[in-house]
């Protein structure tokens, strides 16, 4: 494996990061890896000072473990965003964008009651969540190394297999979660046939065990699911996370759930009457990803007293603004069929300079746009591009709490 000189490999190229082998794994879990992890984690590894401490690890712990040990602390440092514990934890680079949210992984091990098999463990971000005496299976031997030296640093009892979990006699009565590697040779794959193991063996374990949950794309196509599996959508401060396929007895009985952590506001598919189609009123909800995704806005809508701006798209209206976890409110300024001039002169009128925009339904693309108005303002002003009853419409609106920083917005 060619590792940058300055061992770097980690360097803010998602998806682009080094794998660890065994015995790379092993010399970094002696004791002078451990000790040179340690070194590195008190260096200055902001992007200025990265390359100077890169030469101070090679020159104390050797041209092998020095760049090790460093991109460790890389990683270590990254990894305090999905986990708490996540600079005293283990990782590569892959594994540690694979790995669950610490919050996320909590959230799911809650459906269970007892010890899990968790049939995709890697270095465990989910297993070490799960409750006590689970068991993490994973092919890759790196990764069973370092899920067993996170279970130590975290004091979790757990046994480690490695095996090819397509190939496991599945205990009948146990409870199975399962992770799928959704990349391969450094590439996400959509296709679920293409995951592995692919999702229609996995769901062909469901009559084999008491209960299965299987973390899937927050993409995954509703109708191409039996009809027993729940679709639990989750997001985490808005950015929708995954889908979760439950089955058996970690099934709660709907088909479609959306989870908004971390406070946990769960919206399920109770039947709800027809949500009316109207143009916008006083109030524009745009509802959380994970409603969206779990197809769940008109239980939002209906939570809210509002309705819908056009039957196919997912922003919702009202004259009072409710207030609900499901969504985020916007004040309507004004609404205007969509054209160039009337937009730049209204938008002008506004003072406008920044501009959020946000959209649904339409194909403008914001950047364009922005060089088209050619806005010169002092406000940072937010648009909303969509259809009302199949016509495009430009709405200026007030977010609600301007201070929520949502990572679906398209900020200049
Ligand atoms: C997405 S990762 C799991 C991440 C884990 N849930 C976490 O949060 O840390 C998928 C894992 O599946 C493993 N894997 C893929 N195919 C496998 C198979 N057929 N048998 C065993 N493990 C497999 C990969 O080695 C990888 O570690």
Known sequence: MVRHPAG??????????????????????????????????????????????????????????????????????????????????????????????????????????????????????????????????????????????????LGVDVSLVRADVTALPLPPGSDVFVDPARRAGGRRVFDPRAYSPPLDVVLAWRGRVRSLGAKVAPGVDHDALPDDVEVELVSLHGDVKEAVLWTGASRRGHARSATLLPAGDVLLDDPVPAVQVRPPGTWLMEPDGAVVRAHLVAQAAHQVGGWLLDETIAYVSADARVPTPYGRWFEVLEVMPFGLKPLRERLRAHDAGPLVVKKRGTAVEPDVLRKQLKLTGSREVTIVLTRVAGRQVAMVVRPDRPDVDRPDVDRP
């Open 8 to 153: 770097l490999a980690a360097e803010g190229r998602q998806g682009q990061v080094q794998a660890l082998t065994p015995e790379q794994v092993r010399a970094l879990l002696s004791a002078p890896g451990r000790a040179a992890v340690a070194a590195a984690q008190q260096l200055d590894l902001s992007p200025s000072g990265r390359l100077r401490s890169a030469e101070a690890v090679r020159r104390a712990y050797g041209p092998e473990l020095g760049p090790l040990a460093l991109e460790q602390a890389l990683l270590r440092e990254r990894a305090r965003a999905k986990h708490p514990r996540g600079d005293e934890l283990w990782w590569t680079g892959p594994a540690l964008e694979q790995a669950s949210s610490y919050v996320v992984a909590r959230h799911r091990a809650r459906r269970f009651d007892g010890p899990v098999l968790d049939l995709c463990c890697s270095v465990g971000g989910d297993l070490l969540a799960l409750p006590a005496g689970s068991t993490g299976v994973d092919l890759d031997e790196a990764r069973l190394l370092l899920a067993r030296a996170n279970a130590e640093v």
